[in-house]
């Protein structure tokens, strides 16, 4: 048993008991149950990658005692290993030579952890697609129809209205096309949420092993263009496959989105009031798809345009003058 194993015993306990307590149907539970993968990220981003191991299988194993095998298995794919990868990705480090002859070391880039967030994102969406056929006989997409439907006629009936149903076939419809991706893009985010929050904690208070990488300098693969432009090319075909393809490439996309929004940053480095705009962007990226389309679209020309050098150069250019 490595060193320092009680930490990562304490901080399983500490994961299993707030993934248990969204049982409860507390409002406060539910919202605590976002935070899941926080004491994970705590102690493996503070203490190495095998302690949050150490921490993975201490929650499973009391969650499947607690309450079942498969609800055990499902943290384990949803949350556990998820955290291990990135764990793991975040600690990597090289020793290079710097242009001063110094030796530093180098960190796993951020933007290759994003890419690797969105191959998990994807990779749950198409294993959820599998088992829905294996398990059901049916597509996700209809299976998620019945339960919707049954939670739409269930609540229809304690409000004693069953004139005018809640929601039409064609907005059911909208729905389903779009939330089996939002589903795995918020889990994608629920892991790089608590992970970025542990490291930033672990920062300030001097504990971190590795640096916080610094957002500006984001880099996305180009293995993950590559995978947009082949789920946008499943998108054009019809049925499932493109309604599969759709939310692979609404995964795909939120990572240019990202950097999208770090563009905007540098775009926006003279503007007055510069705080105030960037938060009513913010806010209108969350309720207008068009435009966080469009962010997502200026992080996919980045690369070509370099748009953050061309700001740069002007900023320090108009402090020289």
């Known amino acids: 048993m490595p060193d320092g194993w009680k930490e990562g015993v304490l901080a399983g306990i500490i994961s299993a008991i707030v993934f248990l307590s969204s049982a409860t149907g507390l409002l406060i539970a539910g919202l605590l149950s976002f935070?899941?993968?926080?004491?994970?990220?705590?102690?493996?981003?503070?203490?190495?990658?095998?302690?949050?191991?150490?921490?993975?299988?201490?929650?499973?194993?009391?969650?499947?005692?607690?309450?079942?095998?498969?609800?055990?298995?499902f943290f384990l794919g949803v949350i556990g290993l998820p955290v291990i990868g990135l764990n793991h990705l975040a600690l990597l480090n090289r020793t290079v030579t710097n242009e001063q002859g110094e030796r530093d070391i180098e960190w796993y880039p951020a933007g290759r952890m994003l890419a690797w967030l969105s191959a998990y994102a994807a990779v749950a969406l198409l294993l959820a697609t599998t088992l829905s056929h294996l398990y059901f006989g049916e597509s996700l997409a209809l299976e998620m129809r019945t339960s919707l439907n049954t939670d739409l006629e269930h609540i229809e009936d304690?409000?004693?209205?069953?004139?005018?149903?809640?929601?039409?076939?064609?907005?059911?419809?909208?729905?389903?096309?779009?939330?089996?991706?939002?589903?795995?893009?918020?889990?994608?985010?629920m892991i790089a949420a608590n992970?970025?929050?542990?490291?930033?904690?672990?920062?300030?208070?001097?504990?971190?092993?590795?640096?916080?990488?610094?957002?500006?300098?984001?880099?996305?693969?180009?293995?993950?263009?590559?995978?947009?432009?082949?789920?946008?090319?499943?998108?054009?075909?019809?049925?499932?496959?493109?309604?599969?393809?759709?939310?692979?490439a609404n995964i795909f996309l939120v990572p240019y989105f990202l950097l999208g929004l770090v563009v905007v940053h540098a775009i926006s480095t003279d503007w007055s009031r510069r705080t105030a705009l960037l938060t009513l962007f913010y806010l209108l990226c969350l309720f207008i798809y068009g435009l966080a389309v469009l962010v997502a679209l200026l992080g996919l020309a980045e690369p070509w345009v370099h748009f953050r050098q061309k700001y740069a150069k002007k900023a320090v250019n108009k402090r020289n003058t």
């Open 158 to 189: 304690l409000q004693n209205d069953t004139q005018s149903p809640l929601l039409s076939d064609e907005q059911i419809n909208r729905i389903l096309k779009i939330l089996p991706g939002y589903i795995a893009i918020s889990l994608a985010s």
């Open 195 to 248: 992970a970025g929050l542990a490291q930033r904690i672990l920062v300030r208070t001097g504990r971190a092993i590795r640096p916080s990488p610094n957002i500006r300098d984001l880099e996305l693969p180009e293995v993950l263009s590559l995978a947009l432009a082949a789920s946008i090319a499943l998108w054009l075909l019809t049925g499932e496959t493109g309604v599969l393809g759709g939310s692979l």
């Open 35 to 73: 935070f899941t993968s926080f004491s994970l990220f705590w102690v493996g981003l503070s203490a190495g990658t095998a302690r949050a191991v150490i921490g993975v299988i201490t929650s499973f194993l009391i969650i499947t005692f607690s309450a079942n095998g498969t609800l055990g298995l």
